[in-house]
């Protein structure tokens, strides 16, 4: 790597504090929310959301069919497939409610986690509409209690019932947690009543891009490569399972680790892949890929002619920043302006680089570990010492350890 006189580039741009970064999680979850139909042939268990509140569910497969209900949320239903292929461009779908649904209609939601650990953990066999009439019978919320309370096995039960307001040590405590709601101000009867449903929905309505578990992070390389191929053979067949969010979470977890080894080959597998992809902010997330490989290439050029270009999307609100939203799909602005200065320190492009460092600064949200180290070498190679020792004796007093070493270094 080309180095300056005063240039310390480590091989990553450092964040700034890294309590701002969500923890690695062992499972990734995903819930990007495209909010576009689906193209693919549904088969048996295929998961669909609507596109928005209020899509009609009909008797039969056909506009002028009965509306039977309208979908609350996108967040408060899923739509399981109950048969292979369409209907007159309908598919039949089974109504799953989720929590959210339960919310926006007054109704406990607790309700319907009891109704799968009785399910699950305890064989009962009914359908949810029975599990009702079962559960408004006293008697039987008794016999259910003191099988979740006496069973020594079910620690989710005192778990998630530890609080001092909902104390299950006694049968009250259990109703008023796991059952009760306001039946005068909800609308349980749409809930009720429809929970379990076979009915038909066109499929312009539909997404089939729903929250699921995706792949464990920590993987290696020939792991998140072989998902890759799985995932471009299902968009081939048109299988409901693909989500290109599925695709490129794969593609930037294997690109990531190719680059460490082979930048120019992970440039290379950048290209090929990206004909897969079709979603505007995936091509930048592609893009942001293809910059940091640059910079592991020493290509410092293409590195800053990316990440300008990243920084222009962000500025016109066409991408949204990572450090703010800790939404996986979106894109790490901090990382893209550290990369595109230390590339402009790189090709002796001071103004340029004095200018993204002071804009850096100046937002929490775009600052990256070497920040200030970055800003103060600027400062040394433009000619103004007594600035950057000014900047590197502030950030002594705060305790920064780099400051120290430049200070020793530069400014005595």
């Given at each position: 790597?080309?180095?300056?006189?005063?240039?310390?580039?480590?091989?990553?741009?450092?964040?700034?504090?890294?309590?701002?970064?969500?923890?690695?999680?062992?499972?990734?979850?995903?819930?990007?929310?495209?909010?576009?139909?689906?193209?693919?042939?549904?088969?048996?268990?295929?998961?669909?959301?609507?596109?928005?509140?209020?899509?009609?569910?009909?008797?039969?497969?056909?506009?002028?069919?009965?509306?039977?209900?309208?979908?609350?949320?996108?967040?408060?239903?899923?739509?399981?497939?109950?048969?292979?292929?369409?209907?007159?461009?309908?598919?039949?779908?089974?109504?799953?409610?989720?929590?959210?649904?339960?919310?926006?209609?007054?109704?406990?939601?607790?309700?319907?986690?009891?109704?799968?650990?009785?399910?699950?953990?305890?064989g009962y066999k009914f359908?949810?509409?029975?599990?009702?009439i079962f559960i408004s019978?006293?008697?039987?919320?008794?016999?259910?209690?003191?099988?979740?309370?006496?069973?020594?096995?079910?620690?989710?039960?005192?778990?998630?019932?530890?609080?001092?307001?909902?104390?299950?040590?006694?049968?009250?405590?259990?109703?008023?947690?796991?059952?009760?709601?306001?039946?005068?101000?909800?609308?349980?009867?749409?809930?009720?009543?429809?929970?379990?449903?076979?009915?038909?929905?066109?499929?312009?309505?539909?997404?089939?891009?729903?929250?699921?578990?995706?792949?464990?992070?920590?993987?290696?390389?020939?792991?998140?490569?072989?998902?890759?191929?799985?995932?471009?053979?299902?968009?081939?067949?048109?299988?409901?399972?693909?989500?290109?969010?599925?695709?490129?979470?794969?593609?930037?977890?294997?690109?990531?680790?190719?680059?460490?080894?082979?930048?120019?080959?992970?440039?290379?597998?950048?290209?090929?892949?990206?004909?897969?992809?079709?979603?505007?902010?995936?091509?930048?997330?592609?893009?942001?890929?293809?910059?940091?490989?640059?910079?592991?290439?020493?290509?410092?050029?293409?590195?800053?002619?990316?990440?300008?270009?990243?920084?222009?999307?962000?500025?016109?609100?066409?991408?949204?920043?990572?450090?703010?939203?800790?939404?996986?799909?979106?894109?790490?602005?901090?990382?893209?302006?550290?990369?595109?200065?230390?590339?402009?320190?790189?090709?002796?492009?001071?103004?340029?680089?004095?200018?993204?460092?002071?804009?850096?600064?100046?937002?929490?949200?775009?600052?990256?570990?070497?920040?200030?180290?970055?800003?103060?070498?600027?400062?040394?190679?433009?000619?103004?010492?007594?600035?950057?020792?000014?900047?590197?004796?502030?950030?002594?007093?705060?305790?920064?350890?780099?400051?120290?070493?430049?200070?020793?270094?530069?400014?005595?």
């Amino acid at each position: 790597m080309r180095t300056g006189t005063y240039i310390l580039l480590l091989p990553a741009i450092q964040k700034t504090n890294t309590l701002r970064k969500l923890n690695i999680l062992l499972i990734a979850l995903i819930s990007l929310q495209m909010n576009s139909q689906i193209i693919c042939i549904p088969t048996i268990g295929d998961g669909f959301k609507p596109i928005t509140k209020g899509i009609a569910l009909r008797e039969s497969p056909e506009f002028t069919s009965k509306i039977v209900m309208r979908t609350p949320s996108a967040d408060g239903i899923w739509l399981k497939s109950a048969q292979n292929g369409y209907s007159n461009d309908f598919a039949k779908v089974k109504v799953w409610f989720i929590g959210d649904a339960y919310k926006e209609n007054g109704v406990n939601s607790n309700i319907l986690y009891l109704y799968s650990y009785l399910k699950n953990d305890y064989g009962y066999k009914f359908n949810f509409q029975d599990y009702v009439i079962f559960i408004s019978d006293n008697k039987n919320l008794e016999n259910i209690y003191n099988t979740l309370i006496n069973d020594e096995n079910n620690d989710w039960f005192k778990d998630w019932s530890s609080s001092k307001e909902y104390d299950v040590t006694t049968f009250d405590g259990f109703f008023n947690y796991w059952i009760y709601f306001d039946k005068e101000k909800s609308n349980y009867k749409y809930i009720f009543e429809n929970e379990g449903k076979e009915l038909y929905v066109n499929k312009n309505d539909l997404t089939n891009d729903v929250p699921g578990v995706l792949y464990a992070n920590g993987q290696d390389i020939e792991f998140y490569h072989e998902k890759i191929n799985e995932l471009i053979d299902l968009n081939r067949n048109r299988k409901c399972e693909y989500l290109e969010s599925k695709l490129i979470f794969c593609i930037e977890r294997y690109i990531s680790l190719l680059s460490d080894d082979n930048a120019f080959k992970a440039i290379q597998e950048i290209n090929t892949l990206s004909e897969y992809i079709n979603d505007d902010k995936n091509k930048k997330k592609l893009g942001y890929l293809k910059m940091i490989a640059s910079y592991k290439d020493e290509n410092f050029i293409a590195s800053i002619k990316i990440g300008k270009d990243l920084i222009s999307s962000y500025d016109k609100k066409l991408i949204n920043n990572y450090q703010a939203t800790f939404s996986r799909e979106d894109i790490d602005m901090s990382e893209v302006y550290g990369y595109v200065i230390s590339s402009l320190i790189e090709e002796n492009r001071l103004d340029g680089a004095y200018d993204l460092s002071l804009k850096s600064l100046g937002n929490q949200n775009l600052q990256f570990g070497q920040n200030i180290e970055f800003h103060s070498i600027i400062l040394l190679q433009m000619n103004k010492k007594s600035e950057a020792c000014e900047l590197l004796n502030k950030e002594y007093l705060n305790g920064n350890e780099k400051a120290r070493e430049l200070i020793n270094k530069y400014c005595k």
